[in-house]
């Protein structure tokens, strides 16, 4: 019967590498995740009696990806005789996190100290015996590129399978832990093979559901028993405990095995994080770095060359001498409207915030290409968890600040089902880009010295909302526990220009390229509807316009918020294709023929009634675009359903910001 030594590592570890040496196969090698989808097999090409397993690259032994079933159900079910696990020297922490697992499983283990060529050139030294101790396996330098070390590793597995003696051994928890998996495995002891009864019995208490075991009802009791114990004493939950003792072992490890060339104790990017990922003052350093963000891009550097382009470029250099000029050739009135009013107006208003939107990208670019936005998404794993979700729900919910359509349409990368509808519902929340246009035009009309802080307070407000929310649909739509969070952090660096500008300029292309198909085309419908009747006949007053009927029956809808003008409500119905359409429209509506648009704004609103209009656009349904996002991933009835829902939570917190800002002032 031949033997199987199957080869397991992280993604990128060089494992796939080894496997091409060791079998001659010719598989093709990438530099990204998940290269390796499917189990691969080949024979052992200095003795065809053995056969090489090629497992998916994964960082651990909980099932949430594809890989990682693949690759756990190879190894509890078929069980190969020994495993080759293959750990990037030059990456000990994040690879040996699936060390500590593999050696629970009651295999024979031998590591292979890969890229050992890379990290001799960096200077740094690597105690593989003591590392071997450590771990109570075999440990052999390798370098797959070179071929290094790849026979010796694979026939001291041979050797290990053959000798049926399980080589390893798992590391020890502190006491409590210990106390509590101890019981557990008296509880599960008949249930499973004894070689693997550790393994088991740590994964029934990180609450594994892919787990099988059949437990009586009283059994089950008395393992959530022992949990939730463990639970209370350690103040965690039970897979972040599991998680963050596996990590301070490793740790521990790495300071007796490793020898790094610099002789200072903390490298920059270690001294930065005890700050910016300080469980205390991450947060509120979050908000501050947020907060920078906003001021510089609304209320001072953005600010300023909006107010120069509308004023000056579009109003001074276009509209005007554009109105004149079509006056003075005889072009007939609507038509002039048309051009002035419905096209350059509306698109005009939209455009003079680009310079806010460059401003705000380039520095939320420097934030990302200099890796802060991975400690954002570290920082917020425990407050997510919270909700039922993980950090991996981060991603998605970030994106939305930017678009909605594209961070829904990410979530398609959790691995969780449930996760993944939780996030969808709770991204429109998450103020988008779109929406900064209207922020900009009523905070500069209403709020000018507080505009920062007030746009500040809005996508508090909205995350506020969406966290209540979250919290109702935990205890309803979506119970359960939330996917632990693995992240492996970057260095800082240096961000590079040239990546921030083709971020900046990807996200600010789209929001132009929206400005000229999807507001434009509202522009003109919106213009079109406030010019003439219902017989088609140019209307003398925009009163008796079909938009004007339109919106004076649904007015009376939002009376109790503060909007008596049928002008501010009809312009939300231009924001359903695109938010920035609101400000388009009503530019349309207002006929602002080059006056600053802020100057109209208090004949429509009272500053309490600007915040609450803030508020529902702020809360009310996505865009088209988004809504048909939602459809594709979720179906038609949750999509109208999440439109319906909006509206009805836009209207309420309008509603009782209205209320309460005029009983206190």
Known sequence: MPIAIALAGNPNSGKTTMFNDLTGSTEYVGNWSGVTVEKKEGRYRADKDVVIQDLPGIYSLSPYTPEEMVARKCLLEDRPNAIVNIVDGSNLERNLYLTTQLIELGIPVVMALNRIDVVRKSGDEIDFKKLGDAFGCDVVETSALTGEGSKEVIERAIERARSHEPVGHSHHFSGMLEHAIAHIEEIIADKVEPESLRFFAIKAFERDGKIEMKLSGAERDKLEAAIKECEQELDDDSESIVINERYAYISRVIDVCLKKKEKEKFKITDQIDRIVTNRWLALPIFAVVIMAIYLISVTLVGAVVTAYIHDVVIGGWIVRPLGGWLAGIGVAEWLAGLIVDGIVGGVGAVISFVPQILVLFFLLAILEECGYMARVAFVMDRPLRRLGLSGCSFV??????????????????????????????????????????????????FFPRRAAFVMMALYLLGMLVGLCFGLIFKATLFRGGSVPFVLEMPNYRFPSMRSTFMLMWHKTKDFIQKAFTLIFFASLIIWFLQTFDARINVVDEVSQSMLAQIGTRITHIFRPLGFHDWRPVTALIGGFTAKEAVVSSLAVLTKTNGAALTEILPTLFTPASAFAYLVFTLLYTPCIAAVAAVKREMGAPIALAIVLFQLAVAWLTAFACYTIWNALI
Request: aromatic share 6%; with cysteine; net charge positive.
């Open 396 to 445: 998605p919910m970030l994106m939305g600040f930017g678009c909605s359509v594209p961070a829904i349409m990410s979530t398609r990368a959790l691995s969780d089902e449930r996760d993944r509808k939780l996030t969808i519902l709770l991204i429109p929340f998450m103020s988008c880009s779109a929406k900064l246009p209207i922020y900009a035009m009523l905070c500069a009309a």
